[in-house]
C-alpha cells in the first residue's frame, strides 16, 4: 500500500527522472545523505532495476580517520494530495437445457495517499568531491566483501523527499459478487413444469489506513561509485557514467545503456525491435511448462493467480525463483514479513514448479514478466480463464508483426463482445490500443510500448500454457 503511494507519486512529479520510490516505511531511517544504496542490475533487460538501502554510509566504507560531513540543503518541495481508483466489472453466463446460472462480479478500489507538505534534501556534491579527493574504499569492509560483485552497483544518496507532518495512505476496496440460477425439471414432452429460481450476493468492504509519521522518506536519487580493484573509486556524475566495480568492466551493454534511467528498462541507442531481437527471452523458452502434468499446471496456475492479487507477494516469488536458479539470495527481512499464509502459498508454487532446471527457469521467466507489469493489467488478469489466455497468446502471435489481420481470423473465444473488451482493456493497461478499422484489426504502440508489449505476451503466453487442458 505504501509502495503503490510512493510510486505513484513519483510517476506523477518526476515522470523519467531520477527520483527512486521508497517500496518500505523501515528503509526511511537508512535513506540518509551520503548512505549506502545497492542498486541491483536485473537478468532479463526488460527488468526494472531494484534497490535495496543498507546500514552504512561512505563515511563507513572509506579507509582513513577523517569524517565526511555532509553538507545538506533544505528546500520546500510540494503539498502532495491524491486519490487514485478503478472499477472492475465481469459476467460469466452459462445455460444447459433448462439448468443456467449467471455470475457478476463488480468491484472498486480507491487509493488515497496525503503527505501534505514535503520537504527536500540536498547533498552538496561539490563539498563532498572536495572532501573525499584521494580517500580510497577499503576492499575488505563486509559489505563489500558480501556483495555479488558482477550484479550490483554501490551507490550514494544524494536527495532525498520527507514528509513535514504526519500523513496517510488510504485504501478503500468494496467487492459485490451476485450469483442467479434456475432449475427446471421438465416431463417427457419437454415442457416445463417447475421452474426454480436462486439468487444470491455477497458484499464485502474493507478500509484500510496507514499512517505515516513526519520525517518519512517517501522518494530518493542516487549517484552510483565506480570502484577500480585497488579501492580508489569515481562519482559518477554524468548520467552516461556508469558504476560498478572494476572485475565486472566487461559488460553486455555500452556505456550509452542507461542503467541511470530510474526504474525503467535499458534500450540503448537500439530501437525496442532490435534490442528484442538481440537480447531477453523467446516465447518457446517458456515451453517446458507445458510438459508439466496437467493436474500440476492447473494447480500452478490457480496459484499464481492468487499471487497476482499481491504485488507484494509477487516480488517474493520472483526473488525466491531467482535464488533457485541462480543463487541470488533474496532480501530474507522481506520475505520473513510475509504472513504465514502468504509463506504457505509461495512454498506451495516452488513444491510444483520442483527443481529440474527447465521448468524452474520456465517458470522463473514467468514470474519475471508478471512482475514488470502495472497494477491495472495484473488485476485484469486474476479472475482470466485459461480459455481467455489462449485466445489471447493466439490473438498475438497473429499481430506479431504490428501488422493489420482480418477480425474474422480471431481465435474463437475473442469473437464474443465480452472477451474482446477484455482484451481491449488488457492492452490498453500497457499503453497500447487495439483499434478496429473496417474488417481489420491493428494495435498502435508508443515509442516505449513495444518491449511492454513483449512483457505482456510473454505473461499471457506463460499463463496461457500451464492453463491449457
Request: glycine share 6%; hydrophobic share 40%.
Amino acid at each position: 500500500m505504501f509502495s503503490k503511494a510512493t510510486a505513484k507519486f513519483v510517476r506523477q512529479v518526476d515522470p523519467e527522472g531520477s527520483l527512486i520510490h521508497v517500496s518500505r516505511i523501515n528503509d526511511s531511517d537508512k535513506l540518509v545523505p551520503m548512505a549506502l544504496v545497492v542498486k541491483r542490475k536485473r537478468f532479463w533487460f526488460w527488468q526494472r532495476t531494484k534497490y535495496q538501502p543498507t546500514d552504512f554510509s561512505l563515511n563507513d566504507l572509506l579507509l582513513g580517520d577523517k569524517v565526511l560531513e555532509a553538507d545538506v540543503s533544505h528546500t520546500k518541495f510540494a503539498t502532495y494530495k491524491s486519490t487514485y481508483g478503478d472499477k472492475l466489472m465481469s459476467t460469466l453466463e452459462a445455460e444447459a437445457g433448462s439448468v443456467g446460472f449467471m455470475l457478476e462480479g463488480r468491484g472498486t478500489s480507491k487509493l488515497l495517499a496525503c503527505f501534505d507538505q514535503l520537504r527536500k534534501e540536498e547533498l552538496d556534491v561539490k563539498k563532498l568531491l572536495q572532501d573525499s579527493s584521494n580517500r580510497l574504499v577499503d576492499m575488505q569492509h563486509v559489505l563489500v566483501q558480501q556483495l555479488e560483485k558482477r550484479a550490483v552497483v554501490l551507490a550514494v544518496v544524494k536527495e532525498r523527499i520527507i514528509t513535514t507532518s504526519a500523513g496517510t495512505v488510504t485504501h478503500i476496496k468494496k467487492e459485490k459478487c451476485a450469483f442467479n440460477g434456475k432449475v427446471g425439471l421438465m416431463d417427457a414432452l419437454g415442457s416445463v413444469k417447475v421452474c426454480v429460481k436462486d439468487s444470491n450476493g455477497i458484499e464485502a468492504d474493507s478500509n484500510v489506513m496507514l499512517e505515516i509519521p513526519s520525517d518519512t522518506v517517501i522518494a530518493y536519487s542516487i549517484l552510483e561509485l565506480d570502484i577500480k580493484k585497488d579501492g580508489h573509486y569515481e562519482i559518477c556524475l554524468q548520467p552516461g557514467k556508469i558504476g560498478g566495480f572494476e572485475a565486472d568492466m566487461v559488460r553486455p551493454w555500452s556505456s550509452h545503456d542507461s542503467l541511470n534511467v530510474v526504474d525503467g528498462r535499458c534500450l540503448g541507442e537500439n530501437t525496442p525491435e532490435e534490442v528484442l531481437q538481440q537480447n531477453g527471452a523467446e516465447l518457446e523458452d517458456l515451453s517446458p511448462l507445458a510438459e508439466l502434468p496437467q493436474s500440476t499446471r492447473l494447480v500452478l496456475f490457480r496459484k499464481l493467480q492468487d499471487i497476482l492479487r499481491d504485488r507484494a507477494m509477487l516480488s517474493h516469488l520472483q526473488c525466491e525463483l531467482e535464488e533457485l536458479c541462480f543463487g541470488e539470495r533474496p532480501d530474507r527481512i522481506e520475505l520473513e514479513e510475509l504472513s504465514h499464509g502468504q509463506s504457505e502459498l509461495l512454498w506451495a508454487v516452488r513444491d510444483i514448479v520442483g527443481s529440474t532446471a527447465a521448468p524452474l527457469n520456465a517458470a522463473h521467466l514467468l514470474v519475471s514478466a508478471l512482475e514488470e507489469l502495472p497494477d491495472e493489467s495484473l488485476g485484469l488478469m486474476v479472475d482470466g480463464q485459461p480459455e481467455f489466455f489462449e485466445a489471447f497468446s493466439a490473438m498475438m502471435m497473429l499481430m506479431e508483426k504490428n501488422l493489420p489481420i482480418p477480425i474474422q481470423s480471431l481465435p474463437a473465444p475473442l469473437q464474443k463482445e465480452q472477451a474482446f473488451q477484455h482484451a481491449e482493456r488488457l492492452l490498453s493497461s500497457i499503453g497500447v490500443t487495439l483499434r478496429k478499422g473496417g474488417d481489420v484489426l491493428c494495435l498502435e504502440t508508443g515509442e516505449r510500448t513495444e518491449v511492454d508489449l513483449f512483457v505482456l505476451s510473454l505473461s499471457t503466453h506463460g499463463l496461457a500454457l500451464i492453463g491449457s487442458g
